[in-house]
């Protein structure tokens, strides 16, 4: 079975902290995906990366940045969080191979209050 | 641009009643469909999907057929149980350009003993 495993269930920032979610998975999967859920919104794309050292901006990516130094590693970054960025954040992965068929495999996902 | 729209919830059902979530969407081309299901507390697991039109997906119970032509994707299952009460997205991804999952708002389903 595919995992995908995120660094953290719960966090609690302050306003300005540096805050880093981390997202790996293990199955080898060359795309990866950062979203956020809020409620009535569903789930909206942030940055999405091809391969290693490869991204793209989603929708939403103002705020945030992305690393992708190894493959199976996909880190989701605010560089100062602000307490709109409180939200549930989910990564997911899929596997390159059929593009939009594939499914995506998603992680728990992380729920961040910034106060 | 592509979209996703489906019924706001929360939809409240007995146990055994019949279920229908309703979803359409607007895309160029001949996107992918899906149903993903969110169980409290968990992270998003695929339901079921069709990649072409009049494909019908299905999974533990729950069906959903791709229509062209009304550009819709409605989430069917015979006979509920307490245990499918979760948050149901629908999404789609186009088979060109940036294939990333467009998702609807969710709807959640709660089913009563």
């Known amino acids: 079975d595919v995992k995908v495993t995120q660094s953290s269930r719960y966090l609690v920032k302050r306003t300005g902290e540096k805050v880093f979610l981390e997202c790996v998975q293990d199955?080898?999967?060359?795309?990866m995906f950062w979203y956020r859920q809020d409620p009535g919104l569903g789930l909206r794309l942030i940055y999405f990366?091809?391969?290693?050292?490869?991204?793209e901006k989603g929708d939403i990516p103002e705020g945030y940045s992305v690393s992708r130094e190894k493959k199976e590693r996909f880190s989701l970054i605010l560089e100062s969080a602000s307490t709109n960025q409180t939200s549930m954040y989910l990564c997911?992965?899929?596997?390159?191979?059929?593009?939009?068929?594939?499914?995506?495999?998603f992680g728990p996902g992380t729920r961040l209050t910034v106060l | 641009g592509n979209s996703v729209t489906q019924m706001e919830g929360p939809v409240t059902l007995s146990e055994e009643a019949f279920l229908t979530i309703n979803c359409t969407y607007t895309?160029?081309?001949?996107?992918?469909l899906f149903w993903y299901v969110q169980y409290p507390g968990e992270g998003l697991q695929l339901l079921l999907k069709?990649?072409?039109?009049?494909d019908k997906g299905s999974n533990k119970g729950f069906e959903a057929t791709y229509r062209k032509e009304t550009t819709s994707f409605h989430l069917e299952k015979g006979s509920v149980q307490v245990s499918d009460s979760a948050v149901y997205f629908c999404?789609?991804?186009?088979?060109?350009?940036?294939?990333?999952?467009?998702f609807g708002s969710g709807t959640r389903l709660q089913v009563q003993p």
């Open positions: 997911a992965s899929r596997s390159h191979a059929s593009g939009s068929t594939d499914t995506q495999y």
């Open positions: 199955m080898d999967h060359e795309n």
């Open positions: 990366s091809y391969d290693v050292k490869m991204k």
């Open positions: 895309a160029t081309g001949y996107p992918s």
């Open positions: 069709a990649t072409k039109a009049d």
């Open positions: 999404a789609l991804s186009p088979n060109t350009g940036r294939r990333a999952l467009t």
